[in-house]
C-alpha cells in the first residue's frame, strides 16, 4: 500500500515539500497511530528485548534520527509508528532560515537521500516551549526523546561552547538525552569542531548547563535533579585517528555516548550530505572502531544506511547499543519501524 503512495503521490512532491507534508501529517494522526496499536494492527516490541542504556528503558533499539522532525512538532505521531525513540532537531540557539532552496535531493536509484539544509529551525526557545506543552500531558510524557542541539551559523568558532551552551540549558530539561551535532557538512567550519581542542570545551559546557538547568549541579546532587545523558555525534567521514580521538575524549569528559554516524560528502552526487544504503559499510567500519576504544559500557547509536534487518542485526553486531534510521523510514514507510523493533526484540 505504503509503495504505491509513495510513488503515486510523494514522488511528485518536490523533496522539502514532502518532508513538511509528512511532518504535518504524523503531528495530527498519532491517535489513530495509536490505536492501529491497540488493535495490534501494527507489532509492538517484546518485552525481553528492551534496551537498557544511559539510565533509560527503551522498548526496542531502533529510533527516528534527528533531521526528521526539527521543530518537535509531530514526536508523538512519529513515536506512534514504533520508534522506540524520537531525536528530534537538529536545535541552534537562535532560530534560522537554513541554506537557499533547494536543498534536498531524492537519489531514488541507490534509496538514498541528499541534503545541504543547513539546520532550519526555530530556535531553541520555540522548540522548549513546544517540548514543555507536549511534556505536560501523559502522552508526551511517555515518549523517550533526544534533543539534537547544532551551532548557529552566525556564531563564531571561538563562541561556538557558549552557543550550544545556551540550547542545553533551554531545552535539558524536556530531554530524555542530549546529542551534541558538530557533524553536518551543511554549516561551514561546523566538522572542525569535532577536533579535540576544539570539541572539549563545547562537550563541557553544555554538560555543565545541562546539569545546572535540571538541578543536577554538582556530584554529590544534593538538589535531587535529573542528569541527562549527553551524546557527540560524529561523521563517517573522520579518519580512523581522529574517531580514536573522539573516543579518548568522550571517555576522559565520561560523555554518555557517541551517535555514529552524520552524512557523508564522500560522493559524486551534488552538493550536500548523502544518507541511505551507500552509508551503511562506513557505519559499520565507525561504530565497530569506536566499540574497540571506548569498551563494552559506552553507549554507541549506530545510524547510516539501516534498511533492512539484517542491516540494524550487522550494526548491532558491530557494538552499537541503539539503532537510529530516516532514509528507510522515508522509502519504506510508516508501520517499518514498529516491523523492525518487534523483529529485533524477538531477536
Excluded at 515539500?17 to 516490541?45: D, E, M, N, Q, Y
Excluded at 529510533?63 to 514504533?82: I, P, S, Y
Excluded at 534509496?111 to 526555530?122: A, V
Amino acid at each position: 500500500m505504503y509503495s504505491v503512495i509513495f510513488r503515486m503521490i510523494i514522488l511528485r512532491m518536490p523533496p522539502e515539500f514532502a518532508h513538511h507534508f509528512a511532518v504535518t501529517g504524523f503531528r495530527f494522526a498519532w491517535p489513530v497511530l495509536r490505536i492501529a496499536r491497540a488493535l495490534r494492527l501494527l507489532p509492538s516490541p517484546h518485552r525481553a528485548g528492551a534496551t537498557h542504556a544511559m539510565g533509560i528503558t527503551f522498548p526496542g533499539p531502533l529510533g527516528l534520527a534527528a533531521g526528521m522532525d526539527k521543530n518537535a512538532e509531530a514526536v508523538r505521531g512519529f513515536a506512534a509508528t514504533g520508534f522506540s525513540f524520537v531525536e528530534v532537531g537538529t536545535v541552534t540557539a537562535k532560530g534560522q532560515p537554513g541554506n537557499e532552496r533547494p536543498r534536498s535531493w531524492r537519489e531514488l536509484d541507490i534509496e538514498g537521500l541528499r541534503n545541504q539544509m543547513g539546520f532550519n529551525n526555530e530556535g531553541a526557545d520555540a522548540v522548549a516551549r513546544r517540548l514543555q506543552r507536549l511534556r505536560s500531558g501523559r502522552s508526551g510524557r511517555s515518549v523517550i526523546i533526544g534533543v539534537n542541539i547544532g551551532k548557529t551559523k552566525v556564531t563564531e568558532p571561538a563562541d561556538a561552547p557558549t552557543d550550544y551552551a545556551y540550547s542545553a540549558r533551554v531545552l535539558a530539561p524536556y530531554a530524555d538525552f542530549l546529542v551534541v551535532n558538530v557533524s553536518s557538512p551543511n554549516t561551514p567550519g561546523l566538522r572542525d569542531l569535532q577536533a579535540t581542542e576544539q570539541l572539549r570545551p563545547i562537550l563541557a559546557k553544555v554538560r555543565a548547563a545541562a546539569d545546572e538547568a535540571t538541578g543536577f549541579a554538582d556530584m554529590d546532587n544534593t538538589a535531587g535533579g535529573k542528569r541527562v545523558p549527553v551524546l557527540v555525534k560524529i561523521a563517517p567521514d573522520l579518519s580512523d585517528g581522529d574517531i580514536d580521538a573522539v573516543a579518548d575524549l568522550a571517555l576522559e569528559l565520561g560523555l554518555d555516548g557517541i551517535v555514529a554516524t552524520n552524512t557523508t560528502v564522500a560522493h559524486d552526487r551534488g552538493p550536500g550530505g548523502l544518507s541511505g544504503p551507500p552509508l551503511l559499510g562506513r557505519a559499520l567500519a565507525v561504530v565497530g572502531r569506536l566499540r574497540k576504544r571506548v569498551g563494552p559500557d559506552m553507549t554507541i547509536m549506530g545510524v547510516g544506511g539501516i534498511a533492512t534487518l539484517d542491516d540494524a542485526r550487522a550494526m548491532l553486531d558491530a557494538g552499537a547499543t541503539l539503532l537510529q534510521a530516516y532514509t528507510a523510514f522515508v522509502y519504506r514507510g510508516p508501520s517499518w519501524p514498529a516491523r523492525m523493533n518487534a523483529a529485533l526484540t524477538r531477536r
